[in-house]
């Protein structure tokens, strides 16, 4: 039984002091949430502050991405053992806007999700095609370039601890959602590669979440699906009010 993750993505958004913010309403309002895990990732500055303000609730946070190594002269980089201690538990790996703007691979994202999963954080490996791709009907190439190539060398027991996010690039900060059927399809598709790649346990156990313009009009319909297992979710994830109705896709779950 794979109960859902719905993590906010906060890229580069908030200061510390509007982080704090946002997660102590976030807190008031999911109160006695049951039956889905939340995990909000904000930027590296305010990890600690939004971990201490989430004390002693189930409410998970999360970093954007991390290094590969645990220390040394690699100016500007965060390793996962500093981003455990400032008490995020979860750490997004490869989302597309690394991929695009910083030159990210799936042989980097592949030493960042070895190094994460080393530190005891559980990564939240992205993948997903471009629209240029979907058009020339290469989505599953991408996307099974992206799986086994980013989690090469896992055994089974690592790969149950990875989530994974397919994010159609074109469904990210565009508004324009994949339907729940094209979702479910690539869902199915990596759950599939698992399966073969690992064992069917394995496949069975991964939690995959969808992430692309999520919003609280079309959650509950991507949640439907068999395969889809949580969200990503962007620009929905800043104000509390609206990651409130994505986390309560269901109805109050109280
Ligand atoms: C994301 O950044 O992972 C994302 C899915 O963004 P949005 O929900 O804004 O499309």
């Not at 598709?189 to 064992?199: E, G, H, K, S």
């Not at 979710?233 to 269901?250: D, H, M, P, R």
Request: glycine share 10%; hydrophobic share 45%; with cysteine.
């Amino acid at each position: 039984m794979r109960i859902p993750v719905i993590a906010g993505n906060w890229k580069m958004h908030k200061t510390v002091a509007e982080a704090v913010a946002t997660v102590t309403e976030l807190k008031r309002r999911l109160a006695g949430v049951t039956g889905v895990k939340v995990v909000v990732c904000p930027p590296f500055l305010a990890i600690k502050a939004v971990a201490d303000a989430l004390g002693g609730t189930a409410i998970g946070v999360g970093a954007q991405d991390c290094f590969w190594e645990s220390f040394g002269a690699f100016t500007g980089e965060v390793s996962p053992e500093m981003i455990k201690e400032a008490g995020a538990t979860y750490v997004i790996i490869g989302h597309s806007e690394r991929r695009q703007y910083f030159h990210e691979t799936n042989e980097t994202v592949n030493k960042k999700v070895k190094k994460a999963l080393a530190a005891g954080l559980t990564p939240i490996v992205c993948v997903g095609e471009t629209l240029a791709e979907r058009e020339a009907g290469q989505t599953e190439r991408v996307v099974n370039d992206h799986v086994t190539k980013g989690l090469a060398g896992l055994n089974a027991h690592e790969v149950r601890r990875c989530i994974i996010a397919y994010e159609p690039v074109w469904a990210i900060g565009t508004g324009k959602t994949a339907t729940p059927q094209q979702a479910q399809e690539v869902h199915a598709f990596i759950r599939q590669r698992l399966a073969q790649l690992w064992d069917s346990a394995t496949a069975a156990t991964v939690i995959i979440q969808y992430g692309g313009s999520v919003k609280p009009e079309n959650i509950k319909e991507l949640m439907a699906e068999p395969d889809i297992d949580g969200a990503l979710v962007g620009g929905a994830s800043l104000e509390a009010a609206s990651f409130e109705k994505i986390v309560k896709y269901n109805g109050p779950m109280t």
